[in-house]
């Protein structure tokens, strides 16, 4: 299993669901907001969030890089504090980490791409092939597609 791959992927797939999925913790209610404000993408993500969750409230390292990256899911140092807390939780318990390698496959497999965008940078989780990533404005038309397929 790759520790640093896994911290990577599940970061990403988390970044833009984590002030959401905050918000409500603390009520014991996942499921509403998620639903309202994420729609499916929530449904595929909730089952890799929950079990991650059981180990990061428990640990004050992790769950403090969590509620920075939920405060402010762009900053990348934030995103790298969770990443590195996330691979010391993962070394630390080799079987926690196969659950969550799994939740994150399965979360991958069902189709759902999470993208998070902001000063020039994209972070995307599952497959963006033949997708169109755009950095940056656009400015006039912009036409997506195969032009040559029409």
Request: aromatic letters at 6%; zero cysteines.
């Amino acid at each position: 299993m790759d520790i640093p791959a896994l911290a990577q992927g599940v970061t990403t797939a988390l970044v833009s669901f984590l002030p959401y999925a905050l918000q409500k913790v603390g009520d014991g209610g996942l499921t509403e907001i998620g639903k309202k404000a994420l729609n499916a993408s929530w449904d595929t993500t909730k089952g890799l969030w929950n079990k991650l969750w059981s180990k990061v409230e428990t640990d004050q390292y992790a769950l403090k890089a969590t509620q920075d990256l939920a405060a402010d899911p762009t900053d990348s140092d934030s995103q790298a504090a969770l990443r590195k807390e996330l691979k010391r939780l993962f070394k630390d318990d080799q079987s926690f980490a196969s659950e969550i390698e799994q939740l994150l496959n399965q979360a991958l497999a069902s189709g759902t791409i999470t993208v998070s965008a902001d000063r020039g940078g994209i972070a995307t989780s599952g497959n963006v092939i033949d997708s169109t990533l755009i950095t940056g404005g656009v400015k006039g038309d912009f036409t997506g597609g195969n032009k040559g397929n029409s």
